[in-house]
């Protein structure tokens, strides 16, 4: 990916300067970065920076939650692996722009570096090889809009082009022996079985950006089971009130930008709920 590694480095100062750290390129760095084209005198110059961000971008967050990242080798022949990390993705990308248009512009930038980099850069040479063009340079747009403090007007347009991109590259996944509606019943769950670790590992947890990763998992799961619960209810009306219990527990462990001032769920009760979903569809 061409950009990728201008990118991180743009973003460098924004992120290390919102994350406390000291290091940040100088003018002087900036200067011959915008003078000099190969990539590779672009990482010898910040490459303290550079790893920093891809550190945090990269599984530094969410430990012991739900951010246990994909499966990349499973991800290049299993549809459901597949589909878990574009919406894994999605997920960042809807925490982040909800953030972004709460004013919160720091973390909404920062959840969309994430989307980017724990997962698209990972995953870039499968969705290369299966033809999926232009979703990293929509990732990276939004991502420079958002780290630039841009109108919520300009980020909810490139916000929206990456979820456009995110539905076409669905199209160029694994084929599956399983009924589409089956496949993208086991990612719900998985969203949900996400959503529901997260809220367990930080419900303590003050700061805002753990929140914002479960509430995207949680707003990633509702949006996918508005297409497979039809379906899903048709088949087996138990197996589909399994999952229905689950978005509605996630639905009251996140509901909206800011925690609830008392939690309406608890995580055990919460994580009951995703694991019968998930024994649900399972054998679907």
Do not use: C
């Amino acid at each position: 990916m061409k950009k990728t590694t201008k990118i991180w480095v743009g973003l460098g100062a924004f992120m290390i300067a919102g994350s406390g750290a000291a290091i940040a390129p100088t003018t002087a760095d900036s200067a011959i970065l915008e003078a000099t084209s190969p990539v590779s005198l672009r990482q010898g110059l910040l490459s303290s920076a550079t790893n920093i961000i891809l550190a945090q971008a990269q599984g530094g967050e969410g430990e012991g939650g739900g951010e246990g990242g994909v499966d990349v080798a499973a991800a290049d022949k299993d549809p459901v692996q597949y589909n878990i990390a574009l919406q894994v993705i999605a997920a960042h990308y809807y925490a982040g722009f909800a953030a972004y248009e709460a004013k919160e512009t720091e973390a909404g930038a920062q959840m969309f570096a994430h989307g980017l980099g724990e997962v698209y850069v990972e995953m870039e040479d499968i969705f290369k090889r299966r033809g999926v063009t232009g979703l990293g340079q929509a990732l990276q747009d939004a991502v420079d809009a958002a780290a630039a403090n841009k109108p919520v007007a300009e980020v909810r347009k490139l916000y929206q082009a990456v979820l456009n991109q995110l539905k076409a590259a669905e199209s160029k996944g694994p084929t599956s022996s399983q009924p589409a509606a089956s496949v993208k019943a086991k990612v719900v769950v998985d969203m949900l079985n996400r959503a529901a670790a997260q809220y367990a590992a930080s419900r303590d947890d003050k700061a805002l950006e753990p929140y914002l990763d479960g509430l995207g998992f949680a707003v990633a799961a509702d949006k996918e089971a508005a297409a497979v619960l039809p379906a899903l209810r048709k088949a087996d009306k138990k197996k589909a009130d399994a999952v229905k219990t689950a978005i509605d527990m996630a639905k009251a462990a996140y509901p909206g930008i800011k925690r609830p001032a008392k939690a309406k769920v608890t995580p055990a009760q919460f994580l009951a709920a995703t694991s019968a979903a998930q024994l649900a569809v399972s054998n679907w």
